[in-house]
Structures are given as C-alpha cells and as structure tokens.
C-alpha cells in the first residue's frame, strides 16, 4: 500500500497539466500539477500552524468540492485524521460529532455558515476555516501563506495511523464512526481498482458523498491518472455533465440508477460516452437494469460493502451480461463475488458455516486488509462487530458452490408472520418491477394476531395511480401469497436519515 496523499503526485510528474478535478457546477478546473502543489501547501499549513498534523484531529462540513478532495490528500500528508461530517446533519448533531471527534480545526463551506455560527461557541475548536468552491475565502489564504520549508512526516511512517473516521447509518443520535487507517483505506481503493479495469481514456463522475466511504473509487481514478468530475445529484443536471465532460463511469446508489434512467428517457438521451455504470447500496430491481443498459449503452457493475471494509464483492460486468442474455437470470439477484483482498464467511447462528447451498442463511462476515480498525471511542461496539478478525456484517446472506453471494436482507429487517420468514429486498426487486412504481420501501409492522405483517411504502410514476389493490395483486402473481403486503401507503417521497438512508423506522410508525 502507499501513501494516500501520493496518488496524485505520481502523475503530477510525469503530466502535470492533466486534469484532475472538475467541477463544472463552480466553473474549476484543477490539473494534477496544481493539486500536487496545493495538497502540498495545505498539509505544510496544517502541520505547521493550524496544529493539525500527525496524531491531531480535523472536521469538515461540506457537500463534496474541490476543496474536500484536497482536504482527503493533504490530511493524508499530514499524518491527521479527517471526519467528514454529514453535511445533512442538525446543528445539534454537528456539535454532538464535534464533542466527540474533538478536532483542532474544522474546515467548512460558506453555504453552512450559519451552522456553524450556532455550534462555535458550544465545543472547543481552536480553529474554523472557511471555503467557498470557485472563489477567494479563508481557505484559499491558508494556501497563499503556507510555509513551503515545513517538513512533512515519513509517508510510510503513517500507514497505519488512523486517518479517516466515517459515519456508519443512523436514524437517531451520531452514528458510529468507523475509523481506517492509510492501509486499511488503500485496500479499499485496490479492491475497488481491480474490478473497475480503469481505461487510460476514464473519466468519472462523483456522485457518492465523500461523508460515506466511496471516496476510495475518486482516489483510484486519480491515482491512474485519470480525471474525477465532481457534481450533486440531479439527475437532469447529471446528463448534462454526463454529455458535456464525456463522463465514462459512475456509481449510481440505488435510488440515483432509476431516476437517472427515467429523466434520460424523457428527453430521449443517449449517453454515447459511458462505458461502465455502478451501482449498490440497496436491491435493485431487474427491470432498473436493463433499463440502464438500454439507455446508456455500457456495462453494469454491482458493488456491496459497508463502511466498515469499504468493497466486500462485486458482480461483474460479465455476470450481468450472462444474466441479461437470459444464460443465468438468477445472477441479478446476487451481490457478486468477493473482492480481490475479501473474505467472506457465512455462519449460522453456532459460528459455523452454512452449506453453499444457495438457500441456507447465515451471517454475512467479512475478513481483509481492508477492514477498519474500530469504533472511534467505542471500543464495545468495536468488541461486539469484530470477532476473530471478521467483521459481522448482521446481513442475512446465502452462497453457491461457484463463490456467489445472495444477501437476503438484513438480518434485523426480516419479517416474521404468521411463523414465515419474509425478506423485505425480495418484495422491494418486485414490485421495482412494475412500470407504474418508482420507488418502493418494505417493512414488517406489528400485528396483533400474525407477529408482523407486511408494509409496502409506495411512490407512484410520473402518470400512473394505482391501487393498493394493483400492488397486492402485482406481488401475488410473483411471489407466494403470503408475502403480499396487507398495507400499503401511497407517498410522494421516502423519507430518509441523515446519512442518505431510507428511513425504515419511520415507516414502520406511519399509517401501520
């Protein structure tokens, strides 16, 4: 593994006027000459007098920028260790973080100002920094006055020093804070690399929020040479980018894939550039697929993971294309095979292994390089997730003999009714299936007689008004009678956490 702050350098050397970051939204533009020599300043000014270089803590508040891809670089060149904060978060929630994390120094966009000027005066940071993406601001000062004869630490001195604490879901309080070191991090962006098969014409478009884990996918572009175009999702103004940048890649997580396919349906738009589309995060329906394929003309690649491990498998271009040609419908349904630095054990509940069978459930657990080291401050979380070495994943999964893995759900989101076991993500790749429904969430709610019955939260297309009936009767024809949902809530959107998560709580408590 190397040093995360050099994957940009390395090109900086030999095509220094290659571009590196874009970000079309500002109108900025950095070469990877530029982002070598800003990183550089940025680390030189955190060790030298922002108090924030190796063993010390940083934050930022910030939708993904330019500037918080530095940030990722430069902390890494300073030995820190960086919390992203989900810029999503209440003010109460921020100064919760900021107790917690205890930063030197918080790094912040001028669009949450006002965030910060209620939660200051409420926890002990010795600094806030101000950047506004594309214009002058206290970041860019910073930069003008760093030290250039500052020395950095020994890049390989830090490898195993912590370096990026990122939130895990949540739907109350501070979310547990999974802490990787520059090694654990760099596996991921391996992992991530060996699957991916980066071309030397690649450019890719970050739509994952750099508070989740994914940032590793934008670092492996980077450290190939290749250009990241930095966007907030809309889908409409993703084709755009998509058309004018020549975008060949993205991950799409589960709620972006439709809402992409749909918006380029409607203006009847073809992405003649993309190579390869991402996506993961929650079950996708089939139908979402081969939409995709259809309209973006490329190559589908299924990603799971956690924040945990980052990469645990992926389902590879050539499994979708067997799936798709009707060779192995069934492959659609699983996440893939383990990553290159992956190993997956699926154990019952004694800690043994199940059959691979396909059909026998067990726990999903996951063993690598890439496998963070704790908790930040929670060393009986940490105790109770890492056993042995593996991490417990609490998904619910099945394998066949040929190494694919089939998760069924949650284990926690299983539905118990009537004594059946229902899995939500089966209802959920169903009923994704039918042409009048774009979103779809399915939960188990308390009933009297049955245990918990089934709920589906419904939002409808553009057109479309069905019935509670329609969708009865949709998941009867698919699935066996008892899996139908006995409620079904029409919404116009599903709510969702703070960390960009459907919030099933939530719907658990409406109209059940």
């Known amino acids: 593994m190397i040093n995360i702050g050099r994957l940009a350098t390395t090109t900086a050397i030999s095509a220094p006027d290659r571009e590196a970051l874009i970000a079309p939204e500002v109108g900025v533009r950095r070469t990877f000459g530029e982002l070598a020599t800003r990183t550089d300043l940025l680390a030189k000014a955190m060790v030298g007098t922002l108090d924030a ?5 940083v934050a930022a508040l910030s939708r993904n920028c330019v500037e918080l891809m530095e940030l990722y670089l430069a902390t890494a060149k300073a030995g820190a260790l960086l919390f992203p904060l989900n810029w999503r978060f209440s003010p109460a929630q921020v100064t919760q973080a900021l107790a917690d994390s205890t930063p030197s120094v918080v790094f912040y966009a001028s669009e949450f100002a006002d965030v910060v000027e209620q939660v200051r005066g409420t926890v002990d940071v010795a600094q806030w920094i101000e950047w506004n993406p594309g214009s002058s601001s206290e970041y860019e000062d910073v930069l003008a006055k760093a030290n250039s004869d500052v020395a950095l630490p020994d890049p390989d001195s830090l490898l195993h020093e912590p370096y990026l604490a990122i939130s895990t879901g949540g739907t109350t309080g501070i979310p547990k804070s999974a802490v990787h070191t520059q090694y654990s991090y760099g596996a991921c ?12 014409d690649d450019k890719y478009l970050m739509l994952g929020q750099l508070f989740h884990v994914v ?3 934008s ?9 990241v175009v930095i966007a907030e999702f809309d889908a409409d103004a993703c084709l755009d980018i998509i058309e004018a940048e020549q975008v060949t890649g993205f991950f799409a997580i589960a709620t972006m894939l439709p809402r992409l396919v749909n918006a380029a349906r409607e203006r009847k738009f073809k992405a003649t550039s993309v190579r390869q589309v991402e996506y993961g995060g929650a079950p996708t329906a089939e139908e979402v697929i081969r939409d995709a394929v259809e309209v973006f003309g490329c190559d589908m690649m299924q990603a799971w993971g956690m924040t945990e491990f980052g990469p645990g498998t992926y389902l590879s271009p050539s499994s979708h294309r067997r799936a798709l040609s009707g060779e192995n419908p069934e492959l659609l349904k699983a996440c893939g095979t383990p990553a290159l630095f ?12 199940v059959p691979k069978d396909g059909v026998t459930m067990g726990e999903l657990c996951h063993r690598g390089p890439n496998n963070m080291v704790g908790y930040w401050n929670q060393p009986e979380e940490t105790a109770e997730t890492i056993r ?3 991490i417990h994943t609490g998904d619910g999964a099945a394998w066949t003999p040929d190494g694919h893995v089939f998760i069924l759900d ?8 009537g004594g059946e076991n229902i899995f939500p993500s089966e209802i959920e790749r169903t009923l994704g299936n039918h042409p009048g429904i774009a979103e779809v969430v399915v939960v188990g709610v308390p009933h009297p007689d049955w245990g918990e019955v089934v709920k589906a939260v419904v939002v409808q297309r553009a057109g479309a008004n069905l019935s509670a009936d329609d969708v009865r009767d949709y998941v009867g024809a698919e699935l066996a009678s008892y899996k139908k949902p006995r409620i079904v809530e029409f919404v116009a959107e599903l709510p969702m956490t703070p960390t960009g998560k459907v919030n099933r709580a939530l719907l658990k408590q409406s109209q059940s």
Do not use: F, H
């Not at 270089?53 to 803590?57: A, D, I, L, M, V």
């Not at 962006?189 to 030397?200: E, G, K, P, Q």
């Not at 670092?219 to 250009?227: E, F, I, S, V």
């Open 53 to 57: 270089g190796q063993g010390q803590r």
């Open 189 to 200: 962006t391996l992992d991530y690399l060996s699957a991916a098969r980066i071309n030397a």
């Open 215 to 217: 940032g590793y996918m």
């Open 219 to 227: 670092l492996a572009y980077l450290a190939m040479g290749r250009p």
């Open 342 to 353: 992956s190993e997956l054990a699926i154990l019952d509940e004694d800690g043994n292994l």
């Open 388 to 390: 042995d070495g593996w």
């Open 410 to 417: 949650r284990i926690k989101s299983m539905i118990i009714s």
